[in-house]
């Protein structure tokens, strides 16, 4: 049993009600101390209306709603006082209470306990913080599908394949002398090893998208001077945000903005166009460009379709070919014959269309991507990359032809990963699916 702890749930600020969370063993007895009536026999979720009270002086008329643990959610005891939003107010009810015995909760402690008391797991818990700061309505909804436990569900399918398969090892090595068990052959292993794999590498990958929907990507906007690059962010961002000039070398600092691409933030980032130069400031601004293009996960190359490709450009291109990008011929409106397979845009016609579907097509991100749940930040995506490694590793030492026993501990590796997603315990009780392999009356 934990401590009693209290904090407010709301915003710091005037409004007009505040919300002060208690939970723990003894939350019931400590707001009795404070309040109208005696709520300390209470044994289902109740509201009720009352003052809280410090002695004789009333501090405020408010609603409480009392929750019975474990029906609540840090199933503990809990109470909810619905207070005026006054931070006085709410500063004098948290000191009585303090007074009272309760504690103040640091953060993140009432998902903490929730977690601990089994309401809700890992994935879960990581999920509400998800939901308070999402920006965009999808990554909302994203987040919320995790808060549901419909992401958490993901696991199960990983976690039964991989019992299966250990679990039939272990009874060819524990009991060797039943004849009627499933041998655990080398093509047995490699085949369901290639099945987990393969359910692995489908979970990273929707996990990737989702971290993008989630958090948003940050796409470098390069090009040599005068191309259109600070054009094109203020086309993208419908605001005239950074500054254009027919002068090359206007930009010189790094200009930012967030726009929401049907549904996904991008964060993105206006460069010094990249030349040699012999100016201290502009060189310092160039060299951010460069770094740039190596931070971004989406690279935009900006050219002027008016132009023949200089050594500039050239040099830009090959900055940047390693990186997931989009070359962009900028200036079409002056174009008058436009070759097949360029992407041509103009900045200032606001002619953009084919670019904003080839960002999309290009980060990869579908209809789909945005209802389906997926395990999508990074401790998920990197318990999901361990877990192909320890695959990767059992299928090697099974095509090797070496011993069982040594496969089953990649294949243990892997298991504890999979439960360390819900945050679960790693110790692995598999006894139940080994002994579901025996016939029944065994
Ligand atoms: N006709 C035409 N002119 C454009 C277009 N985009 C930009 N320009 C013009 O090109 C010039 C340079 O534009 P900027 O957006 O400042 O170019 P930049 O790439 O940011 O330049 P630096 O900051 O110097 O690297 C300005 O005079 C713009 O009006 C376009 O699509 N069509
Ligand atoms: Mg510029």
């Known amino acids: 049993m934990f401590e009693t702890i209290v904090a407010l749930a709301t915003a710091p600020m005037k409004s007009a009600l505040s919300l002060i969370r208690v939970s723990g063993e003894d939350s019931f007895s400590v707001v009795s101390k404070c309040f109208s009536k005696d709520i300390t026999n209470i044994d289902k979720r109740t509201a009720l209306v009352g003052e809280i009270k410090d002695g004789d002086k009333i501090i405020d008329e408010v609603v409480i709603v009392c929750y019975k643990g474990p029906k609540s959610f840090t199933g503990e005891d809990l109470v909810e006082i619905i207070c005026h939003g006054s931070m006085l107010i709410v500063n004098e009810i948290i000191e009585l209470l303090l007074s009272k015995g309760a504690r103040l909760a640091e953060r993140g402690e009432y998902s903490m306990r929730a977690f601990l008391n089994q309401k809700i797991d890992l994935v879960q818990a990581e999920a509400i913080n998800d939901v308070i700061n999402a920006t965009t309505k999808e990554a909302k909804d994203l987040s919320l599908l995790a808060l549901s436990g419909e992401t958490s569900s993901l696991v199960e399918p990983l976690r039964k394949k991989l019992a299966d398969i250990i679990s039939l090892i272990e009874v060819n090595i524990d009991y060797p002398e039943y004849q009627d068990i499933e041998v655990a052959n080398k093509e047995k292993i490699i ?3 290639d099945e987990i794999i393969a359910l692995v590498d489908s979970l990273i990958s929707d996990g990737e998208k989702g971290r993008i929907i989630k958090d ?18 203020n086309a993208l961002m419908g605001e005239e945000k950074a500054i254009v000039t027919d002068i090359k070398g206007t930009t010189r600092d790094i200009v930012e903005g967030d726009i929401n691409l049907k549904g996904i933030l991008l964060h993105l980032l206006d460069t010094a166009g990249i030349r040699e130069s012999n100016d201290k400031i502009e060189s310092i601004g160039i060299n951010k460009s460069i770094k740039m293009i190596e931070e971004a996960e989406l690279v935009i190359v900006v050219l002027d379709a008016t132009e023949e490709l200089s050594d500039e450009d050239k ?69 999901l990359k361990q877990i192909k490694e320890s695959m990767l590793q059992a299928k090697q030492d099974s095509e090797l032809d070496l011993s069982v026993d040594l496969v089953s501990v990649s294949l243990m590796d892997a298991y504890r990963a999979t439960m360390e997603i819900l945050g679960l315990a790693s110790d692995i009780d598999i006894s139940k699916e080994i002994f579901s392999r025996f016939c029944v009356g065994k």
């Open 315 to 383: 040099q830009i291109l090959e900055l940047s070919k390693d990186k997931k990008r989009i070359v962009v011929y900028n200036k079409s409106d002056l174009l008058e014959k436009k070759e097949d397979g360029n992407l041509y845009i103009s900045a200032l016609e606001n002619d953009l269309d084919e670019l904003t579907n080839k960002i999309k097509e290009v980060l990869g991100i579908e209809d789909n991507n945005f209802h389906h749940p997926s395990l999508n930040n990074a401790r998920q995506i990197g318990l």
């Open 216 to 233: 948003g990507v940050k796409v470098a906007i390069v090009g040599k001077p005068n191309v259109g690059k600070s054009s094109l962010l």
């Open 191 to 193: 085949k369901s090893a």
